[in-house]
């Protein structure tokens, strides 16, 4: 089993930047990506980021690129999102997801169903 928490969230203004964290544990060796996905109240659960362990790709959801950066450090098992331009509408519970499988065609990364592990969520809010 891979343990999975995120941290850092909060309130900021738009424009304004924040970076969450997500610290993993347990049998990470299991692990062959990690991602970011964020819900928004009375809306789906949508894909944000993800990286591959190696960090030698990462691919971003349309509505956060050039304004969102995934990365990773894996001498401490945590994969960061540094959220920067932030809009009201980027307000959500940002949630770190595992998955086992490698594999960087967008349809794998992007959905829910492909990751094995899910953290608790930390809120992100974005006042106007």
């Known amino acids: 089993q891979v343990q999975l928490v995120e941290s850092g969230g909060g309130l900021v203004q738009a424009g304004g930047s924040l970076r969450v964290s997500c610290v993993a544990s347990?049998?990470?060796?299991?692990?062959?990506?990690m991602g970011w996905f964020r819900q928004a109240p009375g809306k789906e659960r949508e894909f944000v980021a993800d990286?591959?362990?190696?960090?030698?790709?990462?691919y971003y959801a349309d509505s956060v690129k050039g304004r969102f950066t995934i990365s990773r450090d894996n001498g401490k098992n945590t994969v960061y999102l540094q959220m920067n331009s932030l809009k009201p509408e980027d307000t959500a519970v940002y949630y770190c997801?595992?998955?086992?499988?490698?594999?960087?065609?967008?349809?794998?990364?992007?959905?829910?169903?492909?990751?094995?592990?899910w953290g608790q969520g930390t809120l992100v809010t974005v006042s106007s």
């Open positions: 990286i591959t362990w190696s960090g030698d790709s990462t």
């Open positions: 997801a595992a998955r086992r499988q490698y594999g960087t065609i967008y349809l794998l990364r992007s959905r829910p169903s492909s990751y094995d592990w």
């Open positions: 347990g049998r990470t060796f299991n692990m062959a990506a």
